[in-house]
């Protein structure tokens, strides 16, 4: 069966930093993505990461303070955020897609297989 699970959310002030993490039972996946959904607002795609962790891509709006990573394929997949601003307060959902497909079309939640339950970070100014 396979499962999902995230962690590492919670409560920070702006300017400080988190990692979640993601873990993921019953099978390697070929991609892994996070998203995030804040009140009111669709569903968001923040990041992805293949297989060995070799390839990443990034939504425009978290490069260069947002970083997705594992360590192997048997590991968790992490996100780093830092410098964090009011408006990265959302629910962070990991995603895994079982088929590999060229990165940029990861950005398409419906390329994806699984979800978890999602994490809350909240960002207070």
């Known amino acids: 069966q396979v499962q999902l699970v995230e962690s590492g959310g919670g409560l920070v002030q702006a300017g400080e930093s988190l990692r979640l993490s993601c873990a993921a039972s019953?099978?390697?996946?070929?991609?892994n993505g996070w998203f995030r959904q804040a009140p009111g607002k669709e569903r968001e795609f923040v990041a992805a990461?293949?297989?060995?962790?070799?390839?990443?891509y990034y939504a425009d709006s978290v490069k260069g303070r947002f970083t997705i990573s594992r360590d192997n394929a048997k590991n968790p997949v992490y996100l780093q955020i830092n410098s964090l601003k009011a408006e990265d307060t959302a629910v962070y959902y990991c995603?895994?897609?079982?088929?590999?497909?060229?990165?940029?079309?990861?950005?398409?939640?419906?390329?994806?297989?699984?979800w978890g339950q999602g994490t809350q970070v909240t960002v207070s100014s």
């Open positions: 019953g099978r390697p996946f070929s991609t």
């Open positions: 990461i293949n297989l060995s962790g070799g390839n990443t």
């Open positions: 995603a895994a897609a079982l088929t590999f497909r060229y990165m940029a079309l990861m950005s398409d939640p419906r390329q994806y297989d699984y």
